[in-house]
């Protein structure tokens, strides 16, 4: 291909001679495409950035490079050195041969194992196509050319025979200034050798780790292009790179976080990789002034779904954080949105949903989910949640602001998509009307658990250490599915309404559950009776029970037995519960567990009979248990699995030591006085 035999009627020193007009920069812009195989379709801005890495694009006042190579390809064109065709450009084959003849000692291309011995000695632009028989050797010798500024590898060094080769490569050619290379197991270490790389391209999906730590050495790299390939983190020192254009590839990276007080390193992060996360945190913002925020540019991070800013107690009383805040303004797209340890006593205007002129767009009509912790000394949110700034709104979370003086709950019936609320430590909230909402958490925030009005929640848990009682004629919560009533130390009765409260209350709110499956009262030490909550028509459909810690709280022994559905019972740490009938329990029963639950001593083995589908059972400190028939575990208890009796002192037997043979999993402990087996039983328990 290369020596062309030429008469003198040959149409190539016509055309050689139309190449000998073009001006010198034109010449060494299209002998360059000789590198390229025939019928290859250029991209006139790919071409154009690999001539600016190559150094032949001159420079022209203030124009950037990149415009002046794309003008340099319309040039070109227009002198018909490339033809457009199906939106892309070619070079007719003639030309293509002329190409080759005129740059036939610094441009070459290897097509299989023969070629490499034609290669130029001083080639400077090679190529290596997929097709063809080329072998490691073949490759390992291309080393010995040490002046090529271009390598094309077309041929996949994805293998475990051909990927040491680009380590070997980029240890001996250190003058290369573009590399394309179709796909590789790794990029090496080695590439930090190449301190006058401009260009790299990885054209197929590849899967990496990481970046080479060396990269970060390259300060001529430009351009790196590897759109398919995953990269699972950065390497340190990255800011260090200091001329990059373009860097595109795919970064996984879940959750990304910026530390502030690392301004320099840390900034290339965010200014360089817009697609970089969609999850973005920055935190010691209080290291960093309004230049530094803005800076960051956040506005125009398109990608970005969740922004989470974070203050601490590194800060400089220079600077007004209200205007850091101000200049972190995220991009008006953003569906997520999470203040903590703001300084701050007022939002800024990105927050607000007032018109304004002049005011840039504010985040409110796409936030869907919000929250706002730890900011001490900020006093207000009614400018921010209304209705009508945050239409989209799903969740919010309030946590920990104890000068916030009110959260105004009466706007939030008209919050058409509201789901989710968690509200912590705000005193001042007395009331809740949510209709949309679906789950409510609440912890020492006034006495809102006292008037709640939620006709869509389905779930509910709330730590109100100043309740003192609830009445559940107040509660209007038809599709309750699960309720936690944790560490109300103040709690001592949830019962019926007075009857003063009127008719109409009593009508529009009927205090039952009828959807309600899971019940949780926990760490409740002064509650003294359920017996109005734990009725049949209050909790018809009930299926889990758990009571912890509520240590004055007594119940009849006939209670549980109302519950047909009822599958998990667990009560635990109740000392003061008393069983003078032993206790009545549902044939639905699947798990059973008694920890310190009171006296036993009436208790009969009999409550256990119909419990044909208990499959799990524990008893822990159970005074007053002397006996349980051994007839009992094969007869009734016929699907139980796991057994764990422990800390029974009044326990004598159990009906025998071959009793239990037919249970998987048994681990008996600290019971003195159960002499018919050896202490500590433990089968089944790895």
């Not at 291309?109 to 023969?114: L, M, Y």
């Not at 301004?263 to 230049?291: C, H, M, P």
């Not at 409110?364 to 000394?377: A, F, M, P, R």
Request: glycine residues 4%.
């Amino acid at each position: 291909m290369w020596q062309l035999r030429q008469k003198e009627n040959d149409i190539l020193p016509a055309l050689r001679l139309s190449y000998m007009y073009l001006p010198f920069h034109l010449k060494r812009c299209f002998s360059f495409c000789a590198v390229y195989p025939k019928d290859y379709n250029f991209e006139k801005a790919s071409l154009a950035e690999i001539w600016v890495a190559e150094g032949f694009v001159e420079p022209q006042g203030n124009i950037p490079l990149q415009h002046i190579g794309d003008q340099y390809f319309e040039d070109l064109l227009n002198l018909s050195f490339f033809q457009k065709l199906h939106g892309k450009y070619v070079i007719h084959d003639l030309m293509h041969d002329m190409a080759q003849l005129v740059s036939k000692e610094e441009c070459f291309i290897v097509k299989n194992a023969s070629d490499i011995e034609m290669v130029p000695q001083n080639v400077r632009h090679l190529s290596i196509l997929r097709s063809g028989d080329v072998n490691f050797s073949n490759l390992w010798s291309l080393c010995k050319h040490t002046k090529l500024r271009t390598l094309l590898c077309n041929k996949s060094l994805g293998s475990e025979t051909l990927h040491p080769v680009m380590d070997h490569w980029f240890s001996g050619l250190q003058h290369l200034r573009v590399i394309f290379c179709a796909s590789t197991k790794r990029l090496p270490e080695s590439i930090g050798n190449l301190k006058h790389l401009r260009y790299l391209e990885i054209s197929r999906g590849c899967h990496f780790d990481s970046f080479p730590s060396s990269l970060c050495s390259l300060y001529n790299l430009q351009i790196l292009y590897a759109r398919k390939c995953k990269f699972g983190r950065l390497p340190r020192g990255v800011s260090k790179l200091i001329n990059p254009k373009k860097f595109e590839f795919e970064l996984h990276i879940p959750k990304m976080e910026v530390d502030a007080a690392k301004w320099g390193e840390q900034i290339w992060f965010i200014n360089n990789l817009n697609q970089i996360t969609r999850d973005l945190t920055i935190y010691n913002l209080g290291a960093i002034s309004k230049d530094d925020s803005a800076e960051m540019g956040l506005g125009k991070k398109k990608y970005l779904n969740s922004l989470t800013l974070r203050w601490s107690e590194l800060r400089y009383p220079e600077h007004n954080e209200v205007e850091v805040l101000q200049a972190l303004q995220p991009p008006t797209n953003i569906k997520s949105v999470h203040l903590i340890g703001y300084p701050g006593e007022y939002l800024p205007s990105w927050f607000c949903g007032c018109d304004e002129p002049g005011r840039a767009g504010t985040i409110s009509s796409s936030v869907t989910e919000l929250s706002i912790e730890g900011c001490q000394n900020l006093s207000s949110l009614e400018q921010f949640l209304q209705p009508t700034y945050v239409p989209s709104i799903r969740r919010i979370v309030i946590a920990d602001c104890i000068s916030l003086k009110s959260v105004p709950t009466e706007w939030f019936e008209d919050f058409p998509y509201l789901e989710e609320l968690k509200v912590y430590k705000c005193p001042n909230i007395t009331h809740l009307l949510a209709p949309s909402l679906k789950k409510l958490e609440l912890r020492n925030s006034g006495i809102l658990g006292d008037d709640v009005d939620c006709s869509s929640l389905t779930i509910f848990h709330f730590i109100l250490s100043q309740l003192a009682s609830i009445e559940l004629q107040k509660w209007s919560l038809p599709v309750l599915q699960e309720l936690k009533i944790s560490r109300c130390r103040s709690l001592t009765y949830i019962r019926e309404s007075e009857p003063s409260l009127g008719w109409a209350r009593a009508r529009r709110s009927t205090g039952k559950f009828p959807l309600l499956t899971h019940l949780t009262i926990e760490f409740c030490y002064e509650m003294e009776s359920l017996d109005d909550l734990l009725t049949h028509d209050c909790l018809p459909a009930i299926e889990n029970i758990t009571v912890w810690e509520c240590q004055s709280l007594s119940l009849s022994a006939e209670i549980f037995g109302r519950f047909p559905f009822l599958k998990i019972l667990d009560i635990s740490e109740c000392p003061c519960l008393c069983w003078p009938g032993g206790m009545a329990l549902p044939s639905s029963l699947q798990k059973l567990s008694l920890w310190n639950c009171g006296d036993f001593s009436a208790w009969s083995s009999s409550c256990l009979e119909s419990l044909t589908s208990l499959e799990s059972l524990t008893m822990c400190l159970c005074q007053g248990i002397v006996s349980i028939p051994g007839n009992l575990w094969s007869s009734n208890l016929i699907s139980l699995q796991d057994l764990m009796i422990r800390y029974c002192p009044d326990l004598v037997s159990i009906g025998g030591p071959t009793a239990l043979d037919n249970i998987n999993t048994v681990f008996i402990q600290d019971c003195p006085k159960l002499k018919e087996l050896e202490q500590p039983l433990r089968r089944g328990i790895s």
